[in-house]
């Protein structure tokens, strides 16, 4: 007999608060199993706290009852037409994501469990979960967009249907008794038209925000792994290049399981330059531009979709191309990533000046600079691996404040500046490469000067002062608004007239 929303699974409550049995957390990410992707996100950014109180029992019991089981199916039915109603159905769909396998957190309960995300040809999507044993049996049949006929799933009813994504109102879970057919097909798949990669081109536009990108690139290179440290501990992360048909090479950094499970896929193809499709990634104003893995990202190495393949026949005629560009270090280079943009993407600085955090991530201005602060340092001692600020004398056996490694602090070049447009004024602060590159001087030769009691001041204003040029703007960390007074930091910088040159 099939599950009637009646009987659904019953409820849990944390805090007084009453929450459906089918919501449960993932230990390693704090983002709880749901409907959809987009429902994982949102949950582990709105519920953070809470997600360890959430119990399994009620949701694991009620699948082991055997009043929960659907008959062998008869008859082909359409995504839309399974509910959890039906007694017979079989249902012909394409696997478009497979997660990580996962742990609950329950302190009565701990299961192992692992979900797929399933499309049929009219990108009606259903989110399907598998539980301990049947982990391996399913995972060992699923590749990522192949398609399948499925039947004798078990189909629960999403108990809020504001929480559901799309039209579909249940998700299913596959048992040891559920059907799995593979349908053979002849060529690759095609992506499926729903699926929407991103450009490259388009991605500063997103930095640094939570709005999450797919994209297709080829991997170029690798370089070695590193162990990264916040406050939660030790991170392991490896940075890979890839590259699309808009040839901006980008870095992409897998991090914890992602690198542990497809970076090692990644590894041990290296020398094939395997195709990624990426879904969720972060991108961030890190080296410029660069792509990142989050909790709910998913990685697919080596595709077998038809993109790929063409992917891989340019990758094959552009090789010697693509590899000199990994050589001039094209994935660090301002004007491949972050290049001038048009008119239209530029903002007046009033907007940028009373955006906060959560308005906006990044913002291009253009305006006309002098030089704020000409009696502070142009120089700051920086945490080699973060490049914060810690003001120590220059030896040996720091820690560093923010990420908490031994450090040797060095200077590092620093400039707070007043941008102005018609509409307002802001203060900026560049910092590093960008900031040898307005100043016109190297950190050591700054650092030098001040100690040989040489101000250099004078002549970095001179040389600033009255310039109109275009900023590709992040928001600055908190230790840089606190020290420096400046809410943003720039990214890159373009003097406008070669600017319009490198748009034109």
């Not at 916040?230 to 980008?250: H, M, T």
């Not at 003001?391 to 490694?405: E, P, V």
């Amino acid at each position: 007999m099939g599950l009637s929303p009646t009987s659904c699974p019953p409820n849990i409550i944390r805090f007084g608060t009453t929450f459906p049995a089918t919501f449960f957390p993932l230990s390693s990410t704090l983002a709880p199993f749901v409907v959809s992707s987009a429902y994982l996100c949102w949950i582990s950014e709105i519920h953070p706290p809470a997600l360890h109180f959430f119990r399994l029992s009620a949701l694991f019991s009620s699948i082991s009852s055997p009043t929960m089981w659907s008959e062998h199916a008869d008859g082909m039915l359409r995504l839309p037409e399974v509910n959890a109603c039906l007694v017979r159905w079989t249902s012909q769909v394409q696997l478009i994501e497979a997660s990580h396998v996962k742990t609950t957190c329950g302190s009565e309960l701990t299961k192992k469990f692992r979900y797929f995300v399933f499309s049929d040809f009219q990108g009606v999507k259903v989110t399907a979960l598998t539980i301990d044993e049947n982990i391996d049996r399913v995972s060992d049949v699923f590749v990522p967009f192949k398609k399948y006929r499925i039947s004798k799933a078990r189909v629960y009813e999403i108990p809020n249907s504001s929480l559901s994504v799309g039209s579909y109102r249940f998700y299913w879970v596959l048992t040891n008794d559920t059907v799995i057919d593979e349908l053979i097909e002849i060529d690759p798949p095609k992506l499926p038209c729903y699926f929407r990669l991103r450009s490259i081109a388009s991605c500063d536009a997103v930095a640094d925000t939570e709005n999450f990108i797919d994209v297709m690139g080829i991997v170029l290179c690798a370089f070695p792994a590193r162990e990264v440290y916040f406050e939660g501990g030790p991170s392991v992360a490896r940075d890979y290049v890839i590259v699309n048909y808009e040839l901006r090479p980008v870095i992409l950094t897998l991090w914890n399981e992602f690198e542990a499970i497809e970076g090692a896929d990644i590894m041990a193809n290296i020398a094939q330059n395997p195709v990624l499709i990426c879904i969720r990634l972060r991108v961030t104003t890190d080296n410029y531009l660069s792509l990142s893995t989050q909790s709910s990202s998913v990685i697919l190495v080596s595709p077998i979709v038809q993109e790929a393949g063409n992917l891989r026949a340019w990758f094959q005629a552009n090789k010697s191309d693509l590899t000199q560009m990994v050589h001039e270090r094209s994935y660090a280079n301002p004007c491949v990533l972050v290049p001038p943009v048009a008119s239209s993407r530029i903002s007046q600085i009033s907007f940028i000046a009373q955006a906060t955090k959560f308005d906006i991530g990044t913002a291009w201005i253009r305006g006309t600079v002098s030089l704020e602060y000409r009696k502070g340092r142009l120089w700051y001692l920086a945490c080699p691996h973060c490049y914060l600020p810690n003001d120590f004398s220059l030896n040996w056996g720091i820690m560093c404040r923010y990420c908490s490694r031994d450090i040797y602090t060095f200077p590092r070049a620093c400039v707070t500046l007043a941008i102005k447009d018609g509409t307002g004024s802001l203060n900026v602060i560049a910092m590093g490469d960008e900031a040898e590159k307005l100043i016109g001087i190297n950190s050591h030769r700054l650092y030098q000067a001040d100690k040989e009691d040489v101000h250099l001041t004078d002549r970095v204003a001179s040389a600033l002062n009255g310039r109109v040029m275009l900023f590709y703007l992040k928001h600055s960390d908190h230790a840089f608004r606190v020290t420096k007074g400046a809410r943003y930091t720039i990214v890159a910088s373009y003097d406008v007239n070669d600017a319009e040159a490198q748009a034109a």
